[in-house]
């Protein structure tokens, strides 16, 4: 006689297609990857297998949105400020000093957000969280593997270098490393075996951080993980209010000994020993403040001053006398990639989108709720810290300017409402629940 019982709890066909639309989604993070690595390989710039890749992800993207329409209309409205940046570059066209690639690139520069805006209204904040978590898997068991068997490609120097992985340079497998460690904070398990792989992980990115030697990867990090800390002693129903006072107190005293004793990234990496030029970085800086200045309201066009005749005029006396032929393809600072692409106008506009967004940020991580709220702060904060040298906002085909869109929205999906805008005053209600998010 066949038993009616079940030992297995059947999978519905919607929950089926979300399964498998997560995989294939993690599955395309891992190929966006293969652009860079291929020419690490070869020793060429592969940019047209870069934008076919993108290209078919933008279309999978805008056919996904189409399909959830009923939930995108209801996010939409609240991407005004980031559309009004991207539709800017875009018009930065007209003035560009190389209108076609400014019109190419401000064209990648939306297709790379519609990706974030699909992200959010397709998954939850977990679920993305976990498609991420395959996606630093898989780079970090490549970049181990290449690191180990194939030192000459893995690390710097032909194998006596820092690491690099997967990756062309090394800061680009400390950023994939601080971003994973972050992530892994986040979704942090409260199961006992779960949090032994947690471990495991963490010790893994921290080993590849440490090995890529990424001055701006290490100091973003720990500069987010600081306030993630902070937000989480903050957002504890456990922590007494005497700790949340001390917690306040250190903030306030760490922001007027920076003030004060004008402490900024070249000065911590003196103390280190480290170059205080930032690797060349500031040897060239000065060359792009007086581009900007003879330029200030619109600047010269979205992507359009490197390699430029504009740009080239500008840096010929830092290339041949001072970097030996080197020449920057991008500022190696977000703010002054972007005043170069639009000036003034743009910095202003992109200023009051990230004020918005942080804000946004700081309301959802310290609502109640799941861990993993916390995320979009920490995240914001790391591509902010690391702004300083290297160019993250703005910058299409690249995660970072995918991972600020989602960062961007996330908080306004289902966000939570909070009572009070601090929460180093002592609570008498519960925090309520904002209704009626994206999704059901």
Known sequence: ????????????????????????????????????????????????????????????????????????????????????????????????VAPTRTLFNAIELLGSALVGFYLVVRFSLSTFLRILLFKFAVVAAGSYAMILLAPGRGRDDWGSGPWDGVFPEKNGLGAESALALLTLLAMWPGDAKRRVYAIIGVVAYAVLLAGAKSATALSAFLGSLAVTLVILVCRSKKTPEIVRYLVLGGVVVSALAVAVFNITPS????????????????????????????????????????????????????????????????????????????????????????????????????????????????VLMYLIFASYTESMFAMANTDPWVLFVVTTLYPIDGRRVVERVTTFIPRTQPWSRARGGVRP
Not at 25 to 34: K, N, S, T
Not at 328 to 355: E, K, N, R, T
Request: charged fraction near 15%.
């Open 267 to 378: 000065t911590i990496l003196g103390m280190l020993g480290r170059s205080t030029s930032l690797t060349g970085r500031t040897d060239f800086w000065p060359y792009l403040w007086q581009a900007i200045s003879d330029r200030p309201a619109l600047g010269y066009g979205y992507s359009a001053f490197f390699g430029s005749d504009a740009g080239n005029q500008y840096l010929s006396t830092y290339v041949l006398e001072m970097s030996g032929g080197w020449y920057p393809w991008h500022a190696h600072d977000s703010f002054l990639q972007i005043a170069l692409a639009g000036g003034f106008v743009a910095i202003g506009l992109f200023g009051v989108l990230l004020v918005v967004t942080l804000f946004r940020a700081l309301r959802y991580s310290l609502s109640d709720g799941e861990l993993a709220t916390v995320w979009p702060l920490s």
């Open 1 to 96: 006689m066949r038993s009616t019982t079940t030992s297995a709890k059947s999978v519905s066909p919607a929950d089926q297609r979300d399964r498998w639309e997560a995989i294939l989604v993690g599955a395309v993070f891992v190929v966006e990857l293969l652009p860079g690595l291929r020419a690490k390989l070869t020793f060429a710039s592969d940019v047209l297998l870069n934008q076919v890749v993108w290209s078919c992800i933008y279309v999978f993207a805008a056919v996904r949105i189409m399909q959830l329409w009923p939930r995108a209309k209801v996010l939409a409205p609240r991407t005004l400020l980031l559309v009004a940046f991207c539709l800017l570059m875009l018009a930065s066209t007209m003035w560009s």
